[in-house]
């Protein structure tokens, strides 16, 4: 069920092509839930505007899912396959993980919640019904902008900032954890 498209980054992606690609994972969602019965641990990037493979998302895209990986193993939890989707509209993973999903979605949150670069995780995790688990069911407030502390969901819809802004500081943090991760290698 592997499934990897390599794409070159800095291509935009228009709505049509977004609107299909969010068809295209709600299909693989479905299909990995019928298949495992069991909860499913979805990661994108938060990458707003028209280009979804900046230059740095592959090298944080990889973090990401060490991140994941490493954190469900530590808690003894089984990752039943892993399943990668490449293409300019990003570049996703999807975890079948033997475990509940409100435990599941704690352990995300602690991902998405440690570092500034995990402000760019989006960790969805599925119960085997494909609803979400949300943050604020297991006690959490919602995100936060990436430019401002009001949710997120508040400046997305108000159009508060420019995708200018939000591309600058996405390409900030994206080249501050390549800088970090560079100094990790180093030790």
Known sequence: MEKEHMSDTSLAVSLPEMLDARERRLMLQTS???????????????????????????????????????????????????????????????????????????????????????????????????????????GFPPRTCLLCREPAHVCSRSRRHTVAELTAEVERILADHIHDSGKDDAL
């Not at 490493?70 to 996703?92: C, F, M, N, R």
């Not at 979605?105 to 670069?117: G, N, T």
């Open 32 to 138: 990995l839930i019928s298949h495992f019965q069991t909860t499913i641990v979805c990661l994108t990037l938060n990458i707003p505007g028209p280009v979804k493979v900046l230059p740095g998302v592959p090298q944080a895209y990889e973090a990401a899912c060490r991140q994941i990986e490493q954190l469900l193993q530590a808690h003894d939890i089984p990752i039943l396959q892993k399943t990668e989707q490449k293409e300019k509209t990003g570049w996703e993973a999807f975890y079948p993980a033997d475990t509940a999903p409100e435990t599941a979605k704690r352990l995300m949150v602690s991902l998405e919640e440690q570092s500034r670069f995990g402000r760019l995780l989006d960790i969805d995790v599925l119960r085997t019904d494909g609803s979400k688990v949300s943050r604020e069911e297991i």
